[in-house]
């Protein structure tokens, strides 16, 4: 019996071997296709920034100068003397 499992374990592994390594190729295929869908929707994110930012625009509302937060302007004041004090 010792015989016949190394036998039957040798083609098991056999067997196993071309699947997994189709499943191999097959990961490598997705992840490339993957990679390259993601390249597109990159290139295309790009191409509407560029658009949105190179557009002239029609109104203050459009115009994303007026759409930033201004800080309020503040100027140093001397600090007062208390009452009493030369």
Same mark, same amino acid.
């Given at each position: $019996?010792?015989?016949?499992?190394? &036998? %039957?374990? &040798?083609?098991?592994?056999?067997? $196993?071997?071309?699947?997994?390594?189709? $499943?191999?190729?097959?990961?490598? @295929?997705? =992840?490339?296709?993957?990679?390259?869908?993601? *390249?597109? %929707? *990159? +290139?295309?994110? /790009? @191409?509407? *920034?560029?658009?949105? /930012?190179? +557009?002239?625009? !029609?109104?203050?509302?459009?115009?994303? &100068?007026? !759409? =930033? &937060?201004? /800080?309020?302007?503040?100027?140093?004041?001397?600090?007062? +003397? +208390?009452?009493? *004090?030369?």
């Amino acid at each position: $019996m010792g015989m016949v499992g190394w &036998v %039957v374990a &040798v083609l098991l592994v056999a067997l $196993m071997l071309p699947l997994l390594a189709f $499943m191999y190729l097959d990961i490598l @295929e997705t =992840r490339n296709d993957a990679k390259q869908q993601l *390249e597109k %929707v *990159e +290139k295309l994110r /790009r @191409e509407v *920034e560029r658009k949105n /930012r190179d +557009k002239n625009p !029609d109104t203050f509302a459009d115009n994303p &100068v007026f !759409d =930033r &937060v201004r /800080r309020p302007f503040s100027l140093p004041l001397p600090k007062s +003397k +208390k009452l009493g *004090e030369p």
